[in-house]
């Protein structure tokens, strides 16, 4: 069945970048997502990928997809104290006509000095 | 402003009593979700709805209902069938057009605790 997986926590000095892994298993997917979620809070879209790109960069945030070996990654450059966050790896599954995201459990990043 | 207003924010149960939990939205999205999270598991899809009047169970239904009366609205009963109700509830919704990312938009979340 479809499954979304990544590692659980990552530690990073201030100023040096972050890289998340994940990896998929629905080859039909045809978008796959990256979510930030702060304490106490809901989760908010950071960036996405649609399945023919092989990369994606938007200001700090590069994404990268190996669509060979259903990987996804997320760099995120000059890492600030501000990039906390527990991040959410989610690929997209199309079940009866319906756009379900299935989501990872979520990589906790700690940025320390 | 445009958004998703989940309520209560914390909530704490007795056992073996129901308890609903609020999700209204105002960004006219069609689909509602409710998504339940644990620490270390990703989010679970409890059920979600397309059109008012109509829902679908996601992969961990057993002890909840919802309903759809209306398209702003879609809340969540956690009923004493649940067995581990204890967690963080997530409610989203999107827009259904299939030209669109399928991006969900997700309120603040409620934390269900059960003494």
């Known amino acids: 069945g479809e499954d979304v997986e990544q590692s659980l926590f990552l530690s990073v000095r201030e100023g040096d970048s972050s890289v998340i892994n994940c990896t998929y298993t629905?080859?039909?997917?045809?978008?796959l997502y990256w979510y930030k979620q702060e304490p106490g809070a809901g989760l908010q879209l950071l960036t996405y990928i649609f399945s023919n790109m092989d990369m994606k960069q938007d200001q700090r945030l590069t994404v990268l997809l190996n669509k060979k070996d259903k990987h996804l990654s997320l760099r995120i450059a000059d890492t600030q104290t501000g990039d906390s966050a527990i991040y959410f790896c989610?690929?997209?599954?199309?079940?009866?006509?319906?756009?379900?995201?299935?989501f990872g459990a979520g990589t906790r990043l700690a940025v320390h000095p | 402003d445009g958004g998703i207003t989940q309520s209560p924010k914390y909530l704490f149960r007795k056992e073996g009593q129901n308890v609903t939990l609020s999700c209204e939205q105002n960004?006219?999205?069609?689909?509602m979700y409710w998504y339940r999270q644990d620490p270390g598991q990703g989010l679970r899809l409890i059920y979600y709805?397309?059109?008012?009047?109509?829902?679908q169970k996601g992969d961990i239904a057993e002890g909840y209902s919802v309903s759809r009366e209306k398209k702003e609205s879609f809340p969540l009963t956690v009923t004493s069938a649940q067995k581990n109700p204890t967690a963080f509830y997530l409610c989203a919704s999107s827009p259904i057009d299939r030209g669109q990312a399928g991006e969900l938009f997700f309120g603040e979340g409620s934390r269900l605790t059960v003494l």
């Open positions: 960004l006219n999205h069609d689909a």
């Open positions: 709805s397309q059109i008012v009047n109509d829902f």
């Open positions: 989610a690929e997209s599954s199309i079940s009866g006509g319906y756009n379900k995201l299935i």
């Open positions: 629905d080859s039909s997917s045809t978008y």
